[in-house]
């Protein structure tokens, strides 16, 4: 995972490194150099005609002067070009051969990709007129679309997305991520290039010095990339950078394999409170996930009817029958009775660490004692979607939440006064608890859209919690955390594989439900084992 750090401390290096220039727009050509480079890499992909939306700071500046990179290796580069530009960029990219689009125009025939250099970290208005037209016709033909340093439209601290907001393939961006990568879908694959000025700390140094990542992001290689970024460090005139690279995974997952000596105790034993007679689909979809993420004991609280779907189950009837337990997962289709809120107070009696989702955060959301509860408990871990999280939100906080501000600050707000671990799934699954930074690692698709999947990822990280505590630990507290998190982040990107595999079919990719999604843990797990990670 690389950190990502605020705007006002990506404004503070660049001061910073703009003081060491030996001459105007030494940064800057350096910063252009790079996004040729990611450029360069994309057209290898899909050859063809090049269009620059350029805006009237330094961002547009990038643009023109990668636009001159690029044309003076041959390649045919357009660009729309206000009124008020940078200047000595754009006699640069006029120099070199690049074409200046009228303001009222049509794509050009042959376009392959598009660059946003609009407004990069000052993007927080969407595209309009001429530059919106090119966008929507670009997109229409199968265009990639490189944004540079943000989509245009999407706020760099917060992500929150305006109207007619630029969704690119890829972000290039510079030193390090933006916190808002790491909130905002729209920026697709993120990928860093640092740039050194001589004799200067580099740019990804000058952030380190100046304040701690505000998060951590990461990007799942779940399906195939259309682009090979290739690794290096090219050296130009005014100094040097490293090419384009992707953010890259979370991480190697812990390998759940059974051992020598193990038993079926030995990776950690996790008890299910999930599914009912309303909704037997989701304990059936949250059990299956279990059993197939670990070979320990599974317990299912419910009727063992379950057994002759999935035979490795050990049933009990209610919560206090059950045996030993690591962990404890609660919620999906579990129901929002008086019988469901009774049981969700029995689990969290138990102090194990315990997954809380689907109906439990309902009941959570009604319920002030129950929330004491959580807030008491030592170690929680909330898995809501975005509309489970604003009800809870607003319920602990008894007020709106307020989408200008985006997730990251909500994140930290609940989760610091529910004292838990909170998993905000999407496309982006951002992950956050007390006194720790927000972390956030990008699927790479949307094949776990589908109902039921979120039963699964229960059900995973309910394995992982058990095998992360099936041996005792002098650990602090914040250590505990600390490896929890990972831990959760290493279920997610289990559950995103499985739903990348689920959706593969000879013929390509196709939408998959979570049953199947559900069977494919197995190799998920087997892939990221073998994987460089």
Known sequence: MRPAYTVATVRAAEERLLAEQSHPDQLMQLAAAAVAEAATSMLAALPGAVVILAGSGGNGGDGLFAGAHLAERGITVHALVPEKHHEAALEAFLAAGGTVLPSKTTLPTGTALLIDAIAGLGSARGLSGAALSLY?????VGAAVLAVDMPTGVDADTGVAAPDTVEADVTITFGSPRLGHALAAECGQVVVSDLFLPGAPSFAETLAELDEPAAFIAHEPTVPSPWEWLPGEPDLPGGRLTRPWPVGCTGPITDPTPHSR???????????????????????????????????????IGDNTITSLLPELVCHPDVSSAGRAQAWVVGPGRGTDAAAAAELRKVLAQDLPTVIDADALTLLARNTSLRRTVAEHPLTILTPHEGEFTRLYEATFGSSLHAATGWSRALHELAGELNSIILLKGRLTRVTAPGQPLYSFNSGHSFAATPGSGDVLSGILGAVMAQLFAKTSTETAAATTARAISEVLH????????????AETREGFAPCSASQIAAAIPQAIARLLNAQR
Not at 271 to 285: D, T
Not at 491 to 502: C, D, L, S, W
């Open 136 to 140: 929507r016709d670009a997109t229409a």
């Open 262 to 300: 193990s038993d079926k105790y030995s990776g950690g034993v996790v008890a299910l409170a999930a599914g009912s007679a309303a909704y037997p689909g989701a304990g059936i979809l949250c059990a299956t996930a279990a059993v197939r993420a670990t070979p320990s004991m599974v317990r299912f």
């Open 491 to 502: 279920a997610g990107a289990i559950h995103a594989h499985a739903a990348a595999i689920a």
